[in-house]
Structures are given as structure tokens and as C-alpha cells.
């Protein structure tokens, strides 16, 4: 049976579990539109900026109650120039789990949770071209701890409604 949720916000029926992502890191959008062509590198796993400021996509993966499937945030980390280079020369490797891990700073705003820029992260490489696993830094804060914990099927649908649905006035 596919996994399905009460929505917080419109009380209809939602099946999947969602995922959400960003289409590039934070540090992307620092940049001025009209300068991205020359200062910036940008695909679907990977960004330079400046030629020096180095990310790579990855997922945070949520636990989820009694789900096989995990809640889902695609995310971005800056890595070292030393650990991109290791990252760039197995990118397309089937075999890459066990390269790594590679520490890295979180380079994104997830909305439910506070100041989650520059969280401390351990990006774990996966197998057959799955983008990696981030491993965020075992401290108490709330994405953190739902990493380790999981959140029940009811915080999964109050996320959902926060992002997908527009908040009263």
C-alpha cells in the first residue's frame, strides 16, 4: 500500500511521500543573476562559486513511523576544495560508498526549523549513482534530531502544509 497522508492545511488525502529540494545552494542565489554565466558552475549534483566555494547535492533522510520509505530534504553542502576534487573523481562511479565521508557545512534554509544554514555535515557517498546521504552533526538541534529520532506521519503532513500551502493571513 502506498504511503498516503491527511494534508494539515487543505484536509485532503496526499499518497507518496513527499520529498522537497532546492535547485541550487543558498550561496548560488548570493550571487547577482546577471553574473551567474561567469561566476558560477551549476548542475543538477554539483556548484562552484567563484571558483573556490565547492557544493555538492545530497539528501537528508527523515525516518518516518512505521514507513519503509523515508521523508526526504534535497540539499546542498559545501565541501573542501581537497573533498570536491575526491567527489568530482568518483561522481560517476557505480562503486563510490566507500569513499569518504566527507565533512561539509549545510548551505540551505529548510522553513519548518530555525537558522539551519552552516549545520555541521558528514556527506556519505551511495552506490549506482544515488546521490549522497547528508549526515548531519549529532547535536540538539530540531532537524538533527529528527534525523535520528523520525517524526511521526502527522509531521510529515505539517511540513507539507507549510510548504505547500499558503499560511492564513
Given at each position: 500500500?502506498a504511503?498516503?497522508?491527511m494534508?494539515?492545511?487543505?484536509?485532503?488525502?496526499?499518497?507518496?511521500m513527499p520529498?522537497?529540494g532546492?535547485e541550487?545552494?543558498?550561496?548560488?542565489?548570493d550571487?547577482?543573476?546577471s553574473?551567474?554565466s561567469?561566476?558560477?558552475?551549476l548542475?543538477?549534483?554539483?556548484?562552484t562559486?567563484?571558483?573556490?566555494?565547492?557544493?555538492?547535492?545530497?539528501?537528508i533522510e527523515?525516518?518516518v513511523?512505521?514507513?519503509?520509505?523515508?521523508?526526504?530534504?534535497?540539499?546542498?553542502?559545501?565541501?573542501?576544495?581537497?573533498?570536491?576534487?575526491k567527489?568530482l573523481?568518483?561522481e560517476?562511479?557505480?562503486?563510490?560508498?566507500?569513499?569518504g565521508p566527507?565533512f561539509g557545512?549545510l548551505n540551505?534554509?529548510?522553513?519548518p526549523?530555525?537558522?539551519t544554514?552552516?549545520l555541521?555535515t558528514?556527506?556519505?557517498?551511495?552506490d549506482?549513482?544515488i546521490?549522497?546521504?547528508?549526515?548531519?552533526?549529532?547535536?540538539?538541534?530540531?532537524l538533527?534530531?529528527e534525523q535520528r529520532q523520525?517524526?511521526?506521519?502527522a509531521?510529515?503532513?505539517?511540513?507539507?502544509?507549510?510548504?505547500?500551502?499558503e499560511?492564513?493571513a
Open positions: 500500500m504511503f498516503e497522508f494534508c494539515a492545511s487543505c484536509g485532503e488525502m496526499h499518497q507518496g520529498a522537497f532546492a541550487a545552494p543558498l550561496s548560488y542565489y550571487v547577482p543573476s553574473e551567474r561567469t561566476r558560477c558552475t548542475s543538477s549534483d554539483t556548484c562559486v567563484n571558483g573556490k566555494y565547492f557544493f555538492v547535492r545530497g539528501c527523515i525516518p513511523d512505521g514507513e519503509i520509505e523515508p521523508f526526504s530534504w534535497g540539499v546542498w553542502v559545501s565541501l573542501s576544495e581537497e573533498s570536491y576534487k567527489w573523481e568518483f560517476f562511479s557505480d562503486k563510490r560508498s566507500h569513499i566527507f557545512w540551505a534554509e529548510l522553513m526549523y530555525p537558522e544554514m552552516n555541521k558528514k556527506l556519505h557517498l551511495r549506482q549513482g546521490r549522497p546521504f547528508i549526515e548531519l552533526e549529532p547535536t540538539d538541534h530540531p538533527a534530531v523520525g517524526i511521526s506521519v509531521r510529515v503532513a505539517e511540513i507539507y502544509a507549510m510548504l505547500m500551502h499560511r492564513p
